[in-house]
């Protein structure tokens, strides 16, 4: 169970939880089998000898940690894809127009919602669920999933955008 | 007795000392771990923003030779292993193929080694028993369990220079 101030955190503005992202729940943990595997063999000490082993090693260092590798879009990190933290249209409506989640919004689901439920095609029903079920069961839910190993790139359709306006 | 040319390439992932270079995590792990972060960053999407991210660009270029054996690590017949190895330095001046065919095996380098690869001295004597032939096909057949010589490995263990 997450904390109360943590309950919004994870959950992107959008709707998509930060859990089911591949960045969070999968990269971390690939990140940090290869990185044991590699100090057992030695190349935390040996691998100083090979050339950019140095810059391999930190950016892999950074992503074994969730919170490094993307802390969600509510928290200084964004999605790269977004193009940084100003500009993802979704988050910054969502912000100009003081909703917590798109959800909420009596315009929901927008088009730049449904352009991203082209992709995340969980999107829309999961919205839907969570203003049946409200964040609390929602977020247990989600958490559930997150543990079966599930991420959302797994089912995405591509290509996708979501319009400016 | 096999033809020094056969003999050669059934050798290729033999070091000189013995070690069967599958059974290396260079070879045998990190190439697959390395290939499954590979994967799903791809999925994510990084290789097509990944380079407005600092560091990823010589990061991604790594992983991606991290994730061949071949790169990862060809051999110390074939340029890989540790440059400064002492055993493999004797073992070419000696003209040997095998440290297990030198009258002095166990030498005290392969017992310095044997510490941290427990399984060398029995490996090797099974080697020389079996044949190249039958002994890789037990070789590749622990490969597949997923077993490394690093799960096992004591430390610390040194291989004197000389």
């Given at each position: 169970?997450l904390?109360?101030?943590?309950?919004?955190?994870?959950?992107?503005?959008?709707?998509?939880?930060?859990?089911?992202?591949?960045?969070r729940?999968?990269?971390?943990?690939?990140?940090?089998?290869?990185r044991?595997?590699?100090?057992?063999?030695?190349?935390?000490?040996?691998?100083?000898?090979?050339n950019d082993?140095?810059?391999?090693?930190?950016?892999?260092n950074?992503?074994t940690?969730?919170e490094?590798?993307?802390?969600?879009?509510?928290?200084a990190?964004?999605?790269?894809?977004?193009?940084g933290?100003?500009?993802?249209?979704?988050?910054?409506?969502?912000l100009?127009r003081?909703?917590?989640?798109?959800?909420?919004?009596?315009?929901?689901?927008?088009?730049r919602?449904?352009?991203?439920?082209g992709?995340?095609?969980?999107?829309?029903?999961d919205g839907?669920?969570?203003?049946?079920?409200?964040?609390d069961?929602?977020?247990k839910?989600?958490e559930?999933?997150a543990?079966?190993g599930?991420?959302?790139?797994?089912?995405?359709c591509r290509?996708?955008?979501?319009?400016?306006? | 007795?096999?033809?020094?040319k056969?003999?050669k390439?059934?050798?290729?992932?033999?070091?000189?000392?013995?070690?069967y270079?599958?059974?290396?995590s260079?070879?045998?792990?990190?190439?697959?771990?390395a290939?499954?972060?590979?994967?799903?960053?791809?999925?994510?999407g990084w290789e097509?923003?990944?380079?407005?991210?600092?560091?990823?660009?010589?990061?991604?270029?790594?992983?991606g030779?991290?994730s061949?054996?071949?790169?990862?690590?060809?051999?110390?017949?074939?340029?890989?292993?540790p440059?400064?190895?002492?055993?493999?330095?004797?073992?070419?001046?000696?003209?040997?193929?095998?440290?297990?065919?030198?009258?002095e095996?166990?030498?005290?380098?392969?017992?310095?080694?044997a510490?941290?690869?427990?399984?060398?001295i029995?490996?090797?004597?099974?080697?020389?028993r079996k044949?190249?032939?039958?002994?890789?096909?037990e070789?590749e057949?622990?490969?597949?369990?997923?077993?490394?010589?690093?799960?096992?490995?004591?430390?610390?263990?040194t291989?004197?220079?000389k």
């Open positions: 169970m904390k109360k101030k943590d309950k919004p955190r994870l959950v992107a503005h959008c709707g998509i939880y930060c859990g089911l992202c591949s960045s729940n999968r990269m971390p943990q690939q990140a940090q089998a290869l044991q595997t590699m100090r057992n063999g030695g190349w935390d000490s040996l691998g100083r000898e090979v082993f140095k810059e391999f090693w930190r950016f892999l950074r992503i940690d969730p490094k590798s993307c802390p969600g879009c509510r928290t990190g964004a999605p790269p894809f977004c193009g933290p100003e500009s993802c249209d979704i988050r910054q409506c969502a100009d003081t909703v917590d989640l798109c959800v909420h919004c009596r315009d929901w689901p927008c088009a919602i449904e352009r991203l439920a992709a995340y095609v969980t999107l829309i029903a839907t669920r969570l203003k049946k079920i409200g964040l069961k929602w977020l839910e989600q559930a999933r543990k079966t599930f991420c959302y790139c797994d089912i995405r290509p996708y955008a979501v319009p400016d306006k | 007795m096999p033809g020094t056969t003999k390439a059934e050798l290729r992932l033999v070091t000189y000392c013995g070690l270079c599958d059974l290396c260079s070879r045998g792990r990190i190439p697959k771990q290939s499954a972060l590979r994967e799903t960053m791809r999925k994510e097509y923003w990944g380079n407005t991210v600092p560091g990823f660009k010589e990061f991604w270029k790594f992983l030779g991290m061949e054996p071949d790169k990862s690590c060809p051999g110390c017949r074939q340029g890989g292993g440059p400064f190895c002492g055993i493999r330095k004797c073992a070419r001046a000696n003209g040997l193929d095998l440290c297990v065919e030198c009258k095996w166990p030498c005290h380098r392969i017992e310095g080694l510490v941290g690869y427990v399984n060398l029995p490996d090797s004597q099974r080697l020389k044949g190249a032939a039958k002994w890789l096909k070789q057949a622990r490969a597949k369990t997923g077993f490394c010589y690093c799960d096992i490995r004591c430390q610390p263990y291989v004197p220079d």
